[in-house]
């Protein structure tokens, strides 16, 4: 079983790819609220570590050249962030299926449409192909293994 603070780890990164995908090329203030979840900061001011793991996210991907931004907004996010090249070519790469479901698993959700994609114009097939689809599509099933072998591929070329 993985850790939960790696899984948290994956989750945040793939939500902030997401979000500055949707923005790039443009700079946009980037809220941890967005990416972990609105938290209410203890009686001592303190967010919770979700929250906080969420921010340090954030500033562990613009230490690893994924993302630039300008200055902090408290902890509470990072302003006039944007996709570095090197990220933005990662997640428009095409790549084959990065995660598959396992065959006869009910539970897990398909991220290509399962066996129909012969049938799908070329072009339909080489989007779905996209690292960011491919992410997006993780999200979107919520599933932590395919989550975690995406933004890994998305870490590691």
């Known amino acids: 079983m993985a850790d939960i603070n790696i ?3 994956y ?3 793939g939500k902030i790819l997401s979000i500055l995908y949707a923005e790039f090329p443009s700079k946009t203030p980037l809220y941890v609220d967005d990416v972990a979840g609105i938290d209410t900061p ?3 001011g303190l967010h919770s570590p979700t929250y906080t793991a969420g921010f340090f996210a954030m500033i562990w991907l613009a230490e690893e050249d994924f993302l630039r931004y300008s200055d902090t907004i408290h902890q509470d996010g990072i302003d006039q962030a944007c996709l570095t090249s090197k990220a ?4 428009t790469a095409p790549a084959d299926p990065i995660y598959v479901e396992p065959e006869g698993d009910q539970k897990v959700v398909s991220l290509h449409g399962g066996d129909r994609t012969e049938s799908l ?3 339909v097939i080489e989007e779905r192909s996209l690292v960011i689809n491919q992410l997006r599509s993780a999200l979107r099933a919520r599933s932590s293994i395919a989550l975690t072998k995406v933004v890994s591929h998305i870490l590691a070329n």
Request: overall charge positive; aromatic content about 18%; charged content about 30%.
């Open 7 to 9: 899984e948290k780890f």
């Open 11 to 13: 989750q945040h990164i």
């Open 121 to 123: 114009p070329p072009s």
């Open 88 to 91: 933005f070519l990662r997640l």
């Open 42 to 44: 203890d009686k001592y």
